[in-house]
């Protein structure tokens, strides 16, 4: 509900709320009414409350019990001692009851000046259906989603659908409304909607809108990601005849599951969606959204050189325009589409904008996707912190929409600062729940990042082995090609030639199409890593120029870490000296502690004195944590805290890794030394 605006209905939650309820039954009826009057608008406004009580003959006296029992506060504005109250109130009281208090709070709010609010309570003071009461609740529901109130909107459509008796125009607010409700962050309810909708009278179009729905909410599911690609083409050949611009809207859904699932895939893959595309074309001048399709299924059929300059034009284009609510949902596609060409200016500046729509919009489906793209690109910027932050965010989405994920973004931290442990045992858990959800591209990123944990740590050989890994399916790009990086480095380092060669044909051919600092500087870079004697030096030089001009921190302090390595082993030590002086200054500074240490170790090997660091205290818990720690400390199982906390035993674990990676720790026992009374 507060998702909502308040336009929503109070949820129970059991065996709290039956303990308000028996103190409820001792109130008078008075009481009890404007208890439940209360609870029917939960906007707080006590002028409001206190018209609507006259509406039903109560006056002022009424409160009192309330205030005694400490149930509610009538003052400058209406507060429940707790929200469950509300929920217990609403959820006992009778129909007849709920659609008297909502009639009178109907008549206390203006239809003018307050004509969203004054369409919900005419709606729940309606029995039966009542086409006038459904339109003007769908009405509520565009203003709400043009001031980006999604939750509110799919409130509203849902009410107007039960509201409206004619068959056709149910199914399509039902329609509307499992459509704002998955994009709103609920998918349960999105599919109960989506079921009636597809119960509706038979209509092609709504029959095609009803299958790219469940086409986009495979996509976001925990589990169904591996259909995603195989219905959205399908519905996009459905969608040919009848909405031509729909339907490559949908070719590059399509294209956004297909690089979801990645390696994982069935029937239909990168490859598949791409032959599809190309079949079709744009109507007119080409916007951003039919250039990215292009440019993609050209990638993924000629490679980068037919591909990366559509793609750098819709990237472009995209940044120009206003990003429109409905387009959040190609976050992905099109953040996916700006780091493959290596664009990091684009990837920045996307993202952020279509954080804040999202945020703003309270679009819980899309939200994740966003994150995680703004945690990688934290990390690609040198900002572990930043990083680190985003992970609450994460988790926090994951618990209101049912949907927790696995703690992938704690890996990632994790493998920047060095904490081999966590990540070990973060990729044991979950590389076969990864593989189960067909989330091949996630687990590529996994091995990416293991690949960068070991690279840190000197460990070659473990390192070119999860690039290896990282990079076994050849149409995959985005982290596969960061993989690429990771690839040569550890190869070269381990004396594998051939590895390192072959994996920088690969890296060639797919960065020096992109004509950006980025993509051209990690390109340099691994040039001179494969390079023997002094050929080598120009091109460190050039990746340090290269790197200097973008957003590409780590890597440029790795490249001044290998530089300064290279350096080092040619004797010339004073040079040496600045480049991993460089490298260890910027390491600290991120955070990165096992390259900082590899850093430390070639700086001393120079001969240069190592001013003792001064390491940051480990991240603080946030409340949350803080309860979940001390439940743990105090011999509670995961289950018990969960309970306590309305929260499952997984996603309790799930905070426990994250306590244990900021105390800096590896099990509950630990917990009674560093947590203390």
């Given at each position: 509900m507060r998702l909502a605006g308040g336009f929503g209905l109070a949820q129970g939650h059991g065996r709290l709320e039956e303990s308000f309820l028996r103190r409820i039954d001792d109130l008078s009826a008075e009481a009890r009414l404007l208890l439940l009057l209360a609870a029917a608008d939960p906007v707080g406004d006590s002028f409001l409350l206190r018209r609507a009580a006259a509406h039903l003959g109560l006056g002022p006296e009424a409160g009192d019990p309330l205030h005694a029992a400490g149930l509610l506060q009538i003052g400058s504005r209406v507060v429940f001692r707790h929200t469950l109250v509300r929920s217990a109130v609403y959820g006992a009281a009778s129909s007849a009851n709920r659609r008297r208090v909502h009639a009178a709070l109907a008549e206390a709010t203006s239809r003018e000046a307050d004509p969203d609010r004054h369409a919900w309570h005419r709606a729940y003071a309606t029995a039966g259906t009542d086409e006038t009461v459904a339109a003007e609740l769908a009405a509520a529901s565009d203003r709400a989603q043009a001031r980006g109130g999604l939750a509110a909107a799919a409130a509203f459509l849902e009410r107007a659908a039960e509201l409206t008796a004619d068959p056709g125009l149910r199914a399509d607010r039902e329609l509307a409304a499992a459509r704002a409700k998955y994009r709103a962050g609920a998918p349960d309810a999105a599919a109960a909607l989506l079921a009636g909708a597809d119960m509706g009278p038979a209509d092609e179009l709504r029959g095609a809108m009803i299958s790219l729905l469940r086409g986009q909410m495979a996509f976001a599911s925990a589990t169904r990601s591996a259909e995603a690609p195989g219905l959205l083409v399908d519905t996009a050949h459905r969608l040919e005849s009848l909405d031509p611009a729909l339907a490559r809207q949908t070719y590059l859904e399509?294209?956004?599951?297909?690089?979801?699932?990645?390696?994982?895939?069935?029937?239909?893959?990168?490859?598949?969606?791409?032959?599809?595309?190309?079949?079709?074309?744009?109507?007119?001048?080409?916007?951003?959204?039919?250039?990215?399709?292009?440019?993609?299924?050209?990638?993924?059929?000629?490679?980068?050189?037919?591909?990366?300059?559509?793609?750098?034009?819709?990237?472009?284009?995209?940044?120009?325009?206003?990003?429109?609510?409905?387009?959040?949902?190609?976050?992905?596609?099109?953040?996916?589409?700006?780091?493959?060409?290596?664009?990091?200016?684009?990837?920045?500046?996307?993202?952020?904008?279509?954080?804040?729509?999202?945020?703003?919009?309270?679009?819980?489906?899309?939200?994740?996707?966003?994150?995680?793209?703004?945690?990688?690109?934290?990390?690609?910027?040198?900002?572990?912190?930043?990083?680190?932050?985003?992970?609450?965010?994460?988790?926090?989405?994951?618990?209101?929409?049912?949907?927790?994920?696995?703690?992938?973004?704690?890996?990632?931290?994790?493998?920047?600062?060095?904490?081999?442990?966590?990540?070990?045992?973060?990729?044991?858990?979950?590389?076969?729940?990864?593989?189960?959800?067909?989330?091949?591209?996630?687990?590529?990123?996994?091995?990416?990042?293991?690949?960068?944990?070991?690279?840190?740590?000197?460990?070659?050989?473990?390192?070119?082995?999860?690039?290896?890994?990282?990079?076994?399916?050849?149409?995959?790009?985005?982290?596969?090609?960061?993989?690429?990086?990771?690839?040569?480095?550890?190869?070269?380092?381990?004396?594998?030639?051939?590895?390192?060669?072959?994996?920088?044909?690969?890296?060639?051919?797919?960065?020096?199409?992109?004509?950006?600092?980025?993509?051209?500087?990690?390109?340099?870079?691994?040039r001179a890593l494969i390079t023997e004697g002094a050929a080598a030096e120009p091109h460190y030089l050039e990746a340090i120029e290269r790197l200097g001009r973008c957003r590409a921190a780590s890597m440029l302090a790795r490249t001044h870490l290998v530089y300064g390595e290279w350096l080092r082993r040619a004797g010339r030590n004073g040079d040496a000296r600045d480049q991993l002086r460089m490298a260890y200054d910027k390491f600290s500074s991120f955070g990165a502690e096992a390259y900082a240490e590899r850093a430390g170790r070639e700086l001393a090997a120079t001969g240069a004195p190592i001013q003792a660091r001064v390491v940051a205290a480990p991240t603080e818990l946030t409340p949350q944590e803080r309860q979940i720690a001390r439940r743990a400390r105090d011999g509670q199982s995961n289950t018990e805290i969960g309970a306590e906390l309305f929260l499952s035993s997984r996603t309790v674990e799930w905070h426990l890794r994250k306590v244990f990676t900021k105390l800096a720790i590896s099990n509950r026992r630990e917990l009674r030394t560093v947590l203390r009374d």
């Open positions: 399509a294209f956004a599951g297909a690089v979801f699932v990645g390696r994982l895939a069935t029937d239909t893959g990168l490859a598949e969606v791409a032959t599809a595309a190309l079949k079709t074309s744009a109507e007119g001048v080409p916007g951003p959204q039919d250039l990215l399709l292009d440019g993609l299924a050209r990638l993924y059929t000629d490679g980068f050189e037919a591909g990366t300059d559509l793609i750098h034009r819709a990237l472009a284009g995209f940044r120009q325009g206003v990003v429109a609510q409905d387009a959040i949902h190609l976050v992905y596609v099109v953040s996916h589409a700006a780091h493959t060409v290596w664009d990091d200016e684009a990837w920045q500046d996307l993202t952020m904008r279509h954080l804040r729509n999202a945020r703003a919009a309270g679009a819980l489906a899309g939200l994740p996707f966003i994150l995680y793209q703004r945690l990688a690109l934290h990390l690609h910027q040198g900002e572990i912190a930043q990083a680190a932050a985003l992970i609450d965010e994460v988790d926090a989405i994951g618990v209101a929409t049912g949907d927790v994920q696995p703690p992938i973004a704690t890996l990632a931290v994790a493998a920047w600062q060095g904490r081999e442990e966590t990540v070990s045992a973060v990729l044991s858990e979950v590389t076969d729940t990864l593989t189960e959800r067909g989330q091949g591209a996630v687990l590529t990123a996994m091995h990416m990042f293991g690949a960068v944990l070991h690279n840190g740590l000197g460990r070659y050989a473990e390192a070119q082995a999860a690039a290896e890994r990282a990079t076994a399916y050849q149409l995959e790009a985005g982290f596969a090609d960061w993989a690429l990086v990771e690839l040569v480095d550890a190869a070269a380092r381990n004396g594998d030639r051939v590895a390192a060669e072959r994996a920088f044909a690969r890296l060639a051919a797919r960065t020096g199409p992109s004509g950006t600092d980025w993509g051209l500087g990690v390109e340099a870079r691994s």
